[in-house]
């Protein structure tokens, strides 16, 4: 994995292109911190940073290869887990390499087939490649969004980046959030708008989709989209069908020449990668696959079991490590360093985030790259198999709102009156509606699958991307990179279509995927409730962000006040935020993680110098 950046400037307006340059790379050392590149043309230039992970020799960035006098340069976050498919193609279409790198097969493919190319692809990745010849840029990004894709394009200057960060640091991009971003960070956050950043002048490529840059406009358009297609495989079919599909995205996202490990929390999700990766890794003879999990200290003595976390992970791992044999490592985080990291878990997401849910997997992420560059990880099985409790309450699943958020109105009175000028509901049930109303039909199904569908749609348009930005910014932030095989276009697109009567297997969440995989996990783990990612329950962590909290209240010129109202932070801190009726997103943003929100809030605006339009 990497950092990419780069801008269009077709007029070349552009002064101090060196500094710029610079500045833009030095934002994404911490992403790619073993080389860094640069090609610069007299209208366009591409940055890259590298994290080294495949054919560390051959595979410098940006790449460039020349085709009848034509020069495309290539700058690329990602990893393809088809390259040796695609290139067997290109091979045979004349087509010779100089490495074994997914760089140059992207850059050929991009050659050979134009945007088609991201038709072909099975990974995750975001990339610019400039075309001499026509003078554009074709940019793209992966079908689930798991690396992400930042760009401006403002008075003829196009801008890109891997963060916003990188944007920010040109000098080219304003700091403006308006009325509605600040809307998007209380009432949306730390979820986004697909498409949308709070900040106004910066907007983000949204999954599956890809264009192309002229000196006059930008083209964008959806390559991939889910469909809705008749599900005839029979039951026992369609666990043959999963199986395979699961069983080889795991195994083609194995492959690494840097040291490689698993996230293992105990669940069904992560005990199933890690399973099938230390399966693999006896039957090619190799040393025991290398598990890690996080805990906080003291958290036993805390731990009271809710309906959203039953039980607590420990013993389940140890169940696993056992089943497995794997060479297992406990990170186990204090609950002090948990709170100081909110600040950098804001400049590592460049947004408030989700609170000590983002801190904990930065420092976790941290000790995991001291030993190991990739991992995999056991994200998006819920939302794309009906995993979370909301796919299962009733009174939620039925509810026209976002069934992971809420409190709305309760929200929308910390957001200072002059600003909050429209309907906060209205705001919000309208990008509700959006996801709602697009979602795919047969036309012909039960009232209960459409639903589903629209759950699902929900689920992996919004929390879904939350928490890939999650993962990218928070491991990334220590150059270590996390794979998601649960997010392989082929997955999704089967399971989008498979009843729910079949997913509801036994009546457990997930349970066509527990049956699945019953031969190869304990029965302990197969059965094991769901329970999410684990959080503190000590209140040395509470108390912690309180301390934090109480000092930007105590400050009346602190940042926050210029859009929200001092008061009803009081209330709220008082109150120690039992007004809320639900998370405040999530399952687990409760009271701790609501003071920890607006804190975060404070840090953002601190840290970026926003810049408040009220207009």
């Known amino acids: 994995m990497c ?11 552009i002064v101090n292109r060196d500094v710029i340059i610079q500045n833009m790379s030095d934002t994404l050392k911490r992403r790619g911190p073993d080389e860094n590149g640069c090609f610069e043309l007299p209208k366009a230039v591409l940055i890259h940073r590298r994290l080294s992970v495949v054919d560390i020799e051959n595979g410098k960035q940006p790449m460039k290869k020349t085709i009848n006098g034509c020069d495309y340069i290539i700058t690329y976050n990602g990893e393809l887990y088809n390259t040796d498919d695609i290139k067997d193609e290109l091979k045979i279409l004349g087509y010779e390499f100089k490495s074994y790198s997914d760089t140059e097969v992207v850059l050929t493919a991009y050659i050979e087939w134009g945007e088609d190319c991201v038709k072909k692809f099975n990974g995750i990745f975001a990339f610019a490649i400039y075309n001499s010849n026509d003078e554009t840029l074709f940019i793209a990004r992966d079908r689930a969004g798991v690396k992400p894709f930042f760009y401006s394009f403002k008075n003829g200057i196009f801008v890109f980046g891997s963060e916003i960060k990188t944007l920010l640091a040109s000098n080219l991009i304003s700091r403006n959030v308006n009325r509605y971003g600040i809307a998007e960070v209380f009432l949306i956050g730390p979820g986004r708008t697909p498409g949308g950043t709070a900040f106004s002048d910066i907007e983000e490529l949204k999954p599956g989709w890809c264009g192309t840059v002229s000196a006059s406009h930008i083209t964008l358009s959806c390559y991939w989209k889910l469909e809705a297609k008749e599900h005839t495989d029979t039951f026992d079919e369609t666990v043959e069908s999963l199986k395979a599909l699961i069983y080889d995205s795991i195994s083609r996202q194995l492959v690494s020449d840097v040291p490689l490990c698993c996230f293992l929390s105990g669940g069904l999700d992560s005990s199933i990668i890690s399973a099938v990766a230390a399966e693999s890794y006896r039957e090619r003879g190799l040393e025991p696959i290398t598990t890690y999990s996080v805990d906080y200290t003291d958290n036993e003595k805390f731990f009271s079991a809710t309906a959203f976390q039953p039980n607590s992970d420990d013993y389940f791992i140890d169940i696993m490590v056992k089943h497995i044999n794997s060479d297992h490592r406990k990170v186990v985080i204090n609950n002090l360093d948990l709170a100081d990291a909110l600040y950098n878990s804001v400049r590592a997401r460049d947004l408030p985030g989700m609170a000590d849910v983002d801190s904990s997997l930065l420092l976790f992420c941290k000790e995991v790259k001291k ?5 995999l990880s056991g994200e998006c099985a819920d939302e794309i198999f009906g995993g979370y409790p909301w796919f299962r309450n009733k009174e939620v699943l039925y509810t026209e709102d976002f069934p992971w958020s809420g409190n709305t109105q309760i929200k929308s009175q910390l957001i200072m009156k002059d600003i909050l000028t429209f309907d906060a509901e ?3 049930k309208e990008r509700y509606l959006d996801t709602v109303q697009s979602t795919p039909r047969l036309g012909y199904e039960s009232a209960e699958n459409i639903r589903m569908r629209e759950m699902t749609m929900l689920n992996m348009k919004w929390f879904m991307q939350t928490l890939l930005d999650r993962k990218d910014r928070m491991s990334m932030y220590s150059g270590l990179e996390v794979r998601v095989p649960f997010c392989d276009h082929r997955i999704m697109e089967y399971a989008f279509n498979i009843p729910w009567s079949m997913k509801n297997y036994m009546n457990r969440e997930k349970g066509l995927v527990r049956h699945t995989f019953k ?26 962000v309180k301390s934090k909290l109480k000092e930007v209240i105590d400050n009346k010129n602190a940042p926050i006040f210029e859009i929200a109202d001092r008061n009803q932070i009081i209330k709220l801190f008082e109150s120690d935020a039992d007004i809320f ?7 687990l943003m409760n009271a701790p993680q609501i003071m920890a929100y607006l804190y975060m809030i404070n840090s953002w605006l601190e840290l970026y110098s926003v810049n408040i339009c009220k207009d």
């Open 426 to 428: 209205d705001y919000v």
């Open 581 to 587: 009726t639900k998370p405040w997103y999530g399952q």
């Open 3 to 13: 950092g990419i950046a780069g801008f269009l400037d077709y007029e070349q307006k």
């Open 519 to 544: 031969d190869i996990l304990p029965e302990e783990i197969v059965y094991r409730k769901k329970s999410p990612y684990p959080k503190t329950h000590n209140p040395i962590y509470y108390n912690a």
């Open 371 to 375: 030993t190991h560059t990739v991992a």
